[in-house]
């Protein structure tokens, strides 16, 4: 079974300009969630995609957007890139029923903003 | 707000050495994860703890959860260099809230051989 794929896995842009991260869940998974992970704020929850509705959203500016496809595949984008948005990108998914059982991350797009 | 602690930050370990991790919560947790990830790899899931009290093992690894609740420990014995990443607690959401995870600040295990 493939597991979670994250493209792109690096990438540099420069400030001002948007960015969109790709997340492929494993098959059958309908729970896919957005983490951004920076060496001083740790693993932080953007926001929880299930059956193509946001049903959860972190603490983030609304530069931050997602969405999700009826095949459970998600984008993130960011606009108006700043240098603090700097970071990796990590895509998660789970079966996301009732409970939250293991979130099975992929490998991230580290995003670096000039 | 809701907010999950872990101690130590960092720990340097000689090989063979054991080493323990700590993770408290503000609120009652109704369940608690833990993750490893490896230097320059993704966190990959290790357990989750459901009781009270609760002690479970995988080999030399040992997870803790309160009697509260409200904290939980993991204790790797007698280390290895394949040890070596950061492992974060994590405090899972409640009925129908999907993958958002609260999670803790790591603790970054290095191991020296």
């Known amino acids: 079974k493939a597991g979670v794929t994250q493209t792109p896995r690096y990438l540099i842009k420069t400030r001002g300009q948007q960015v969109t991260l790709s997340c492929s869940p494993i098959?059958?998974?309908?729970?896919v969630s957005w983490y951004q992970q920076t060496p001083g704020q740790g693993l932080q929850f953007l926001f929880e995609y299930f059956s193509e509705t946001q049903r959860n959203k972190g603490n983030f500016p609304g530069r931050f957007s997602g969405r999700q496809f009826s095949n459970s595949r998600s984008e993130m984008n960011v606009s108006t890139l700043e240098l603090g948005d700097s970071a990796l990108y990590l895509c998660a998914s789970s079966l996301g029923q009732l409970n939250t059982g293991e979130l099975f991350f992929g490998e991230g797009s580290r995003l670096t903003v000039l | 707000g809701q907010q999950v602690m872990q101690i130590p930050q960092y720990q340097h370990v000689q090989e063979g050495e054991d080493f323990t991790t700590y993770c408290n919560s503000s609120t009652t947790l109704s369940n608690i994860q833990w993750y490893k990830q490896r230097p320059g790899g993704h966190p990959v899931f290790l357990i989750q703890l459901v009781k009270s009290g609760e002690v479970k093992k995988q080999k030399r690894l040992t997870f803790q959860f309160g009697e509260a609740k409200k904290n939980s420990s993991l204790h790797i014995t007698a280390t290895q260099t394949t040890d070596v990443g950061t492992y974060f607690c994590?405090?899972?959401?409640?009925?129908?809230?999907?993958?958002?995870?609260?999670f803790g600040q790591g603790t970054e295990l290095s191991v020296k051989p």
């Open positions: 994590a405090d899972p959401p409640t009925y129908n809230q999907g993958g958002k995870l609260i």
């Open positions: 098959s059958g998974h309908r729970s």
